[in-house]
């Protein structure tokens, strides 16, 4: 079973940092204001404000930051600032042993499904949440998400029903992040088991093409049959050739799970979407999807 770092509480210190694209101080202004809200102190990372390129400065730079958040003992918790990409780049020299001896929470999406993956494979939980470059845009209750896993409340989620879902009810522990993402770490030491794991996947502005084609890198890896269940977030942005492809994203997930007995839940409200609700990779969940709705569970 996955470790679960302490939970948060009012006083506590949280850090936010940026292991990819580069973002302004000014532009964290309203997620500092909710943090504080909370009752937290916020330190801000030496890469709030960097530049290197389109990164919040050099390789090395990001590397240091992380890690010294991760060995500063009064830092509670790591709030990632943004996504876009370079985490995978920083990944190999970030040193994880810190963490096994102080577990702390780190959070964000997208781009940092790496430290996820990464996560997962020192059996460590993590939240898979809205960051702060999204607060003055995000939907509050999001927020109020992330707040909640942070501080060890119940998370509770229900939602629509989908055409193409597959009903049925398991209780396992969740795993996943940005489809894109899991792609590319596949066959790396910071690829993640999907043996009898509820699988989260979400993904913005790819070509149809390639969402088949991560679909068919999940199913002729064994990644797919040993399932318990998949939900689906947001699938939103997606392109197209001039040439159509012919589905959409979604029919594309459920073709290439249409020969497994697993429940798939489509419209989960998390990814690159207005509501990006928090998920506690590690942690085990009660999934049922009928046909009225879905239901997901934190345990």
């Given at each position: 079973?996955?470790?679960?770092?302490?939970?948060?509480?009012?006083?506590?210190?949280?850090?936010?940092?940026?292991?990819?694209?580069?973002?302004?101080?000014?532009?964290?202004?309203?997620?500092?204001?909710?943090?504080?809200?909370?009752?937290?102190?916020?330190?801000?990372?030496?890469?709030?404000?960097?530049?290197?390129?389109?990164?919040?400065?050099?390789?090395?730079?990001?590397?240091?930051?992380?890690?010294?958040?991760?060995?500063?003992?009064?830092?509670?918790?790591?709030?990632?600032?943004?996504?876009?990409?370079?985490?995978?780049?920083?990944?190999?020299?970030?040193?994880?042993?810190?963490?096994?001896?102080?577990?702390?929470?780190?959070?964000?999406?997208?781009?940092?499904?790496?430290?996820?993956?990464?996560?997962?494979?020192?059996?460590?939980?993590?939240?898979?949440?809205?960051?702060?470059?999204?607060?003055?845009?995000?939907?509050?209750?999001?927020?109020?998400?992330?707040?909640?896993?942070?501080?060890?409340?119940?998370?509770?989620?229900?939602?629509?029903?989908?055409?193409?879902?597959?009903?049925?009810?398991?209780?396992?522990?969740?795993?996943?992040?940005?489809?894109?993402?899991?792609?590319?770490?596949?066959?790396?030491?910071?690829?993640?088991?999907t043996k009898e794991k509820v699988l989260f996947i979400e993904d913005l502005d790819e070509y149809l093409y390639h969402i088949d084609r991560m679909m068919y890198n999940l199913k002729l890896s064994d990644k797919l049959s040993p399932l318990k269940a998949l939900v689906?977030?947001?699938?939103?942005?997606?392109?197209?050739?001039?040439?159509?492809?012919?589905?959409?994203?979604?029919?594309?997930?459920?073709?290439?799970?249409?020969?497994?007995?697993?429940?798939?839940?489509?419209?989960?409200?998390?990814?690159?979407?207005?509501?990006n609700n928090a998920i506690i990779f590690g942690a085990k969940v009660q999934l049922e999807v009928n046909d009225e709705n879905s239901r997901l569970n934190f345990i």
């Amino acid at each position: 079973m996955w470790q679960a770092p302490k939970h948060l509480k009012k006083g506590d210190t949280i850090g936010i940092v940026s292991t990819a694209r580069k973002i302004s101080l000014a532009e964290l202004s309203v997620a500092i204001k909710v943090f504080e809200g909370w009752g937290l102190n916020v330190k801000i990372g030496k890469t709030i404000g960097a530049e290197f390129h389109q990164f919040a400065g050099e390789d090395e730079i990001r590397t240091a930051d992380f890690n010294e958040m991760l060995s500063d003992n009064s830092v509670k918790a790591i709030i990632c600032a943004r996504g876009g990409y370079g985490t995978a780049r920083i990944v190999n020299q970030i040193d994880f042993s810190s963490l096994k001896r102080n577990p702390k929470w780190i959070c964000g999406f997208s781009d940092v499904t790496v430290l996820h993956n990464a996560l997962h494979n020192i059996g460590l939980q993590s939240v898979h949440s809205v960051m702060p470059v999204q607060a003055p845009t995000t939907n509050t209750s999001s927020l109020e998400t992330l707040r909640k896993a942070l501080f060890g409340e119940p998370l509770n989620y229900e939602w629509n029903n989908h055409s193409l879902n597959k009903t049925g009810k398991v209780e396992f522990v969740i795993v996943g992040g940005n489809l894109s993402i899991i792609y590319s770490l596949g066959g790396t030491k910071y690829d993640i088991s999907t043996k009898e794991k509820v699988l989260f996947i979400e993904d913005l502005d790819e070509y149809l093409y390639h969402i088949d084609r991560m679909m068919y890198n999940l199913k002729l890896s064994d990644k797919l049959s040993p399932l318990k269940a998949l939900v689906v977030g947001g699938m939103n942005d997606m392109n197209d050739n001039k040439i159509p492809f012919g589905f959409e994203a979604e029919e594309i997930i459920s073709l290439a799970c249409k020969d497994y007995n697993f429940p798939v839940s489509f419209g989960f409200p998390a990814g690159h979407i207005s509501e990006n609700n928090a998920i506690i990779f590690g942690a085990k969940v009660q999934l049922e999807v009928n046909d009225e709705n879905s239901r997901l569970n934190f345990i």
